[in-house]
């Protein structure tokens, strides 16, 4: 039998009003009834939503997670493995779009607020002040993925951006190669624009190849494909001695060949690629792209783990760094 609000207020004798004050945490009921109205709704099982239930049992069995975006093939390996951690956990998530923006971040916030979430994962952009504070009134475990807060002391779960870059200058200079060129994110982003772009070049600076590349990055606006294939083409007429290529994203790396390919040139015959994330674009890419890993789904993995450890012992979980590899195909030739 499915049980309805006016069957809750009819045998814990309130009035329906009371029970949705209750249901809402709204005031205007003494601690009496509200203990009277909770055991009733445990009794019956009734469920509106997870706020009932949440209200019974203190967990709402939902949790929370921002990806500032969730078009992206990089997003949609987080949330796999934050999935599988979830539904094994007998919870669900609610996943919020911010596209980077400050007021839908908020907006999203208050939302989940209002869902009274269990716990929250924020990923890959930038803790900032006023969404950590929130955070804290919300008085919810958080955990970061592929980002980190060196304002904020909070658990996270990321490969070391500044390492994997310099692990992909280094095989590239290892090949042979001394004429390398990258393409990065914003050289104003401090969760994976600059760490990658200084891990470039240490790479080059302990072969003494720094002076000869410095010039040679180009930074865009994102790590987008559209990004990769125009400024390949600007940094090719900035450097048209250069004999390989870093691209601090798999979409650049493939922009960039779309556009090297259009130019006549051949990969890696006339330029050498490697990419950074190792999606499954990277493999299907003609020919297959060389790429720095990063366990995409393995991270959401630990996230979301973290998450339910902060929640059921109570105890905080300690940052994690996950390995990088580089995955071998078949865009870097050894001169």
């Known amino acids: 039998m499915v049980y ?48 009932a239930r949440g209200l019974v049992k203190k967990r709402t069995h939902t949790i929370g997670v921002l990806f500032p975006s969730v078009s992206s093939l990089f997003s949609g390996k987080l949330l796999s493995g934050i999935e599988s951690v979830t539904h094994a956990k007998e919870s669900s998530v609610i996943v919020c779009h911010t596209q980077e923006s400050g007021s839908k971040t908020m907006k999203y916030l208050h939302l989940l607020n209002e869902k009274r979430i269990d716990g929250l994962i924020f990923t890959s952009e930038v803790l900032k002040d006023e969404y950590y504070d929130y955070i804290q009134k919300m008085d919810i475990p958080l955990v970061l993925l592929a980002t980190e807060s060196p304002e904020f002391q909070v658990p996270y779960v990321k490969v070391s951006d500044y390492q994997a870059s310099y692990s992909a200058t280094r095989y590239l200079i290892e090949k042979g190669h001394t004429k390398i060129g990258m393409l990065s994110g914003s050289s104003l982003d401090m969760i994976a ?29 994102d790590f987008g494909y559209e990004e990769g294939k125009k400024n390949f083409t600007l940094l090719r007429k900035q450097f048209p001695d250069m004999t390989a290529l870093f691209c601090a994203s798999d979409h650049l790396a493939m922009g960039a060949m779309s556009a090297a390919v259009e130019m006549g040139m051949k990969i890696p015959e006339d330029l050498s690629i490697i990419g950074y994330d190792n999606l499954p674009i990277a493999e299907m890419a003609i020919p297959p792209l060389t790429t720095v890993e990063q366990p995409l789904e393995e ?29 071998e195909r078949k865009t870097v030739k050894h001169l």
Do not use: C
């Open 193 to 221: 624009g600059i760490p990658r772009i200084e891990g470039f070049k240490q790479a080059l600076q302990e072969h003494d190849l720094l002076s000869a590349n410095a010039e040679n990055i180009f930074g865009g606006e």
């Open 4 to 51: 309805t609000i006016k069957d809750v207020a009819k045998q814990a004798r309130v009035s329906t009003a009371t029970v949705s004050r209750i249901l809402n945490n709204q005031p205007g009921y003494s601690e009496k009834t509200k203990a009277k109205v909770l055991q009733v709704i445990e009794e019956l099982g009734y469920e509106p939503n997870a706020v």
């Open 299 to 327: 991270m959401g993995k630990k996230a979301a783990a973290g998450l339910f450890h902060m929640l059921e012992s109570g105890d905080k979980m300690k940052a994690e760094i996950m390995p990088h590899q580089i995955i």
